[in-house]
């Protein structure tokens, strides 16, 4: 069993849908939680970056950790065609200086 | 916005060869990472360093990799001699030491073919 797990899709909308992307973990000692896009034939981009449980939200990004479930979330409101990437969880224990630990990726198709 | 460079962007070349990839960070991040990734796949690290320092190369092929970064700015990444294998997506990553500034900043990376 990988450390990370996530659902590689694809997982296609339309356009203005509530998207939701997940992934589960087994190392208990992640506690920094990072979720990246990336475009095609690009490097991954950061979108949100959380510490240990709970929620934040920036614009129609919102990011969820679960840490007693080992399960974090990526929700997308009124998704655009612009989302279509590939979106990528990642996590680290510590900080600063630490590598990060990355599931597949899952790849999403916002049709307009 | 500071961004994390890296040439070249392509490489194509024949299993035996020998390919080199360079990564210049983020001025000032004391920590570089590469990573690879597969077509599909998420990134994996490779070699990390923290200064001029490695810091965990565990996941590196030693046999035909190697990586430095002599004066704790830019790096380079090599393979020698080259496989079919190592047909992949090379991705320089930065970041700071600082608390709350801790997330890696990627490069846009080097697209390997090796035919």
């Known amino acids: 069993q990988k450390e990370v797990e996530q659902d590689p899709g694809p997982l296609s909308v339309p356009e203005g849908a509530i998207v939701s992307l997940n992934c589960t973990y087994s190392?208990?000692?992640?506690?920094?939680f990072m979720w990246y896009r990336q475009y095609s034939r690009k490097g991954p981009e950061l979108l949100m970056y959380?510490?240990?449980?709970g929620n934040k939200e920036d614009g129609r990004f919102t990011a969820q950790v679960d840490k007693s479930s080992k399960y974090i979330s990526l929700f997308i409101r009124d998704s655009q065609p612009s989302d279509s990437a590939t979106y990528l969880c990642a996590m680290s224990v510590r900080e600063a200086g630490t590598a990060l630990i990355f599931g597949k990726g899952t790849t999403l198709s916002v049709s307009s | 916005e500071a961004e994390v460079a890296q040439s070249p962007r392509y490489k194509i070349t024949e299993k035996s060869q020998a390919v080199a990839f360079w990564c210049d960070p983020i001025?000032?991040?004391?920590?570089l990472y590469w990573y690879r990734q597969i077509l599909g796949q998420g990134p994996e690290l490779l070699v990390q360093f923290q200064d001029e320092s490695v810091v965990d190369d565990s996941q590196l092929p030693k046999d035909r990799f190697s990586a430095e970064r002599l004066k704790g700015v830019d790096s380079t990444l090599k393979i020698q001699p080259a496989e079919l294998g190592d047909s992949a997506m090379y991705l320089c990553a930065s970041s700071t030491r600082n608390p709350g500034q801790g997330e890696a900043n990627f490069g846009p990376g080097t697209r390997l073919t090796v035919t």
């Open positions: 959380t510490y240990s449980s």
């Open positions: 190392n208990s000692a992640f506690q920094y």
């Open positions: 001025s000032g991040h004391a920590t």
